[in-house]
């Protein structure tokens, strides 16, 4: 599961979510996944959502038996059936969550969860290292002080850092860290950091708001 950003059970909300992956591959006869090819992509998207949707939360014995009739409809196509299988999912009451509903979801996910190394994963496109720390961008033990815990661990808040990087940060104030020389604009594109005239802890409310719309339009063309 490393070749999608997933390398702990911790980040694998439940097992039976990827048993339709593992069907299809058995169907297929596919020796291996081929990273570099569009069902590749396509099962990665199908598992990352199913995941922050909590699809296979609750009875799956039917949602299982579903998807398997769906794929064995659809072995033809050269392509994993994704639609096919949301609109099965969709018949079973479970939703993916959209709009006002995935907003309501970025701002519920918080630090150090499975469902923020995903969100974390689709911001970087998996090209973060494998296995990063994730770091409040305005420090905690600062901003816990003026706000509550819910805002200051939410994901609006967070990067993926590696482990020296991340003790270097320490509780470093955040315009400060933005200021240092090797934080290029490329970086700010990359980490979706939000325009703003100035990003001291007066402005965190709205830093924080900026961030979550820019996480939330990333986060829905992926889903797209």
Not at 25 to 31: G, L, P, R
Not at 67 to 78: A, G, Q, V, W, Y
Not at 90 to 105: A, G, P, Q, V
Request: hydrophobic share 35%; charged share 35%.
């Amino acid at each position: 599961m490393e070749c999608v950003g997933i390398n702990n059970k911790s980040s694998l909300r439940s097992n039976n979510a990827i048993i339709p992956i593992i069907y299809y591959v058995y169907k297929k006869d596919m020796k291996e996944i081929d990273t570099t090819k569009k069902d590749f992509v396509i099962l990665r998207k199908y598992l990352y959502i199913v995941l922050l949707n909590g699809i296979f939360g609750g009875q799956t014995d039917a949602i299982l038996t579903d998807s398997r009739n769906t794929i064995n409809e659809k072995l033809k196509e050269d392509i994993f059936p994704l639609s096919e299988l949301f609109k099965v999912f969709s018949l079973k009451n479970k939703t993916i969550r959209k709009e006002e509903e995935l907003m309501e979801l970025l701002e519920e996910i918080k630090y150090n969860t499975d469902r923020s190394r995903l969100i974390l994963n689709i911001i970087y496109k998996n090209n973060s290292i494998l296995e990063f720390q994730e770091d409040h961008m305005f420090p905690k033990s600062k901003m816990i002080k003026r706000y509550s815990r819910k805002i200051v661990d939410n994901i609006a808040n967070l990067q993926p850092l590696g482990s020296f990087t991340n003790n270097s940060k320490n509780n470093k104030k955040f315009k400060e860290w933005l200021e240092e020389p090797n934080r290029s604009e490329e970086y700010r594109e990359i980490n979706l950091i939000p325009k703003m005239d100035d990003y001291n802890e007066d402005n965190f409310e709205e830093f924080i708001k900026k961030r979550r719309n820019l996480i939330f339009e990333a986060v829905k063309e992926f889903f797209n």
